[in-house]
Each structure stands twice: as C-alpha cells, then as structure tokens.
C-alpha cells in the first residue's frame, strides 16, 4: 500500500476552505443583516451632565431673561423705592416686628428620603418667646409639578414682615435671598419637574450615598446665585438686608394658579416654636436642629387657586 504524501493533510485542509467559501457564497449559511441606527428600538437616555440649564424652566416664561438683566441695585436706593409692602406679588404677611431676625445659619442637608420630595429651606420664624428657626425638611407636594417659593422677611416701612412660602408651577420671590440647596435668591437650581417625575441637581442637593432617587443630573449655576456675604442675611431691605425686587417672571409667577403652606408644614413650624435650642435668644444664631431627615407628608387638600386676596394661612 502505497503512503500518501506529506503535504496531502495541507491539501485536504485547503480543500475544506474552499468548500466553506463557495457555501458562504452560496448562502447556504445565513448571514445575519446589518440594522441601520433609524430601526434600533428606542432607548432612553442616561442622565447626563447638562450644557444648558433645566431648572430654567422653574421660572415663569415670558419676559426678559433673568440672565441678561442688569442685577438691583447694591445701595440704599434700592430700598428707599419700595413699595409699602410685597402683597402684590408674595403671600399676605402673617408677622410684623421691630428687630430684624438672624442671619442664616450654615447646616447641612440630610439626603431625600424618595422620589418626588422638595425641599424647604429652613428660617426664622416669630413666636411667642421671639425668633425661632424652623428646620429645613424634604417635602412631599401637594400635586404632582408643585414647586416651593420659600418665605422671606422684608424691611418696609421701619418694620420686618414676614411673607410665607407657597406652592406654584414655577418659582415666584423670595426676597433675593439665597437660602442655599437650589435656592440661590433667584428661581431654584435643586431640580425641576419632568413628565411627572422630579429631578434632583447633584451639585446643591445632597443625596447621600444610598441611592433613592433615579432622576439625577448635574447643572452648576455658578455666577447667577446671589453672592452671600459673610453676614448671611436673611432679609430683604433695610440698611443690612438684601437689595432685591422682583424680576418679571417672579411677578408673572405669582399671578398664576398658587396654593398656600400645607397644614403639615404650618404644624412642623410650629411644633418647633417653644423648643429652647431653637430659640434665638438662646442658640445665638445657631439652632439646635437645622434639619430634619424626616419628612413632611403631603396635605392633598391644598389646591392651587388666583385667589390671592387676604391672608389665607
């Protein structure tokens, strides 16, 4: 028996190959297509670090931009040309006093405890022993896309009024103040509502590092907050407060549909109004609690309303 050369493995090997090409050709095996981008199913997109800003849309549309108007001005003309009061454009004031509250205290923010809770800064409050400090808490709102005006102190008259917060679409005065966490004195850079969800702002909330918020994004104000200075003011007006009017979109704000202070929220300042390390006469500025990890629940009673006549809490 004759032997078969020793290049006949190769030759058998070469024979295969073009068995598998000429099959390939033939489209015996099949060969998977290739999808274009326009028919890949839709995905959804990640939350990515923004290049403009998303929390723009707290503020009421219309009107020049708060970013290209001049800013108020920083002297004593400012204050002299205010009107007797802000009641056409903030809450009816529920306190009138002589003295002028505490400067802002410095605290940190505990992390949300869910979804879809807002934050409300804390302040200074009058009671019946004097200035107290309410603590800042996240706050379940009373409808879905609610946003938090916070209240502020303004000086008129020679006298300190305190105007309450309220709910709205989009965020009316504060009285320029930055209360921190979002609240830079003018609109709020925390987050912003979403086809029903609400998204947090990484750099002025803190979200711990459990994870309990899926919408997150980041966005960096930068020179449009208010500059705080050293004093911390916590009122607008006067010789030591805050020089600030209201923009054309903070007024517009407030004549649309607005609902007042939840009855949870009257109740959690409130229950804090006899606490003596609340007290500013005995914390000297620094209030025992600043915040509270625990939440306040929403009050679904509250509706927004245009009725903004009178005192309605």
């Not at 709910?167 to 004195?185: A, E």
């Not at 925390?190 to 086809?195: A, F, L």
């Not at 409130?270 to 625990?294: D, E, F, I, M």
């Amino acid at each position: 028996m004759k032997h078969l050369p020793r290049s006949a493995p190769w030759v058998l090997f070469a024979l295969a190959i073009a068995i598998c090409v000429a099959v390939f050709h033939q489209r015996l095996v099949p060969i998977v297509p290739t999808v274009s981008a326009a028919v890949l199913p839709a995905q959804s997109p990640a939350p990515a670090d923004q290049s403009q800003d998303p929390a723009a849309v707290n503020e009421a549309p219309g009107g020049p931009s708060y970013t290209t108007q001049a800013p108020p001005p920083a002297d004593q003309s400012a204050a002299a040309s205010q009107p007797a009061d802000d009641s056409s454009y903030a809450e009816q004031p529920t306190e009138t006093e002589t003295t002028p509250p505490p400067a802002l205290p410095e605290y940190t923010q505990p992390p949300p405890p869910a979804d879809g809770y807002v934050w409300t800064p804390g302040y200074w409050a009058w009671g019946p022993n004097g200035y107290y400090w309410v603590p800042g808490a996240w706050v379940e709102p009373p409808y879905v896309g609610a946003l938090w005006t916070p209240g502020y102190w303004g000086f008129y008259g020679g006298r300190y009024s305190f105007y309450p917060g309220h709910w709205g679409l989009h965020i009316g005065f504060y009285g320029g103040i930055n209360y921190g966490f979002g609240y830079i004195g003018l609109g709020y850079e925390g987050g912003y509502w979403h086809s029903g969800h609400f998204f947090y702002n990484r750099v002025y909330n803190n979200l711990g590092t459990r994870v309990v918020v899926r919408n997150v994004y980041t966005y960096n104000a930068g020179n449009r907050a208010r500059v705080v200075s050293r004093s911390r003011p916590s009122f607008n007006g006067g010789s030591h407060g805050v020089q600030a009017r209201p923009r054309p979109s903070e007024v517009r704000a407030w004549h649309e549909p607005t609902a007042p202070r939840m009855s949870t929220q009257v109740q959690h300042a409130q229950s804090y109004s006899k606490s003596r390390g609340q007290l500013a006469t005995q914390n000297h500025g620094r209030p025992a609690t600043a915040a509270v990890s625990r939440p306040i629940a929403a009050d679904h009673n509250v509706k927004p309303t245009t009725n903004h006549g009178g005192n309605r809490r």
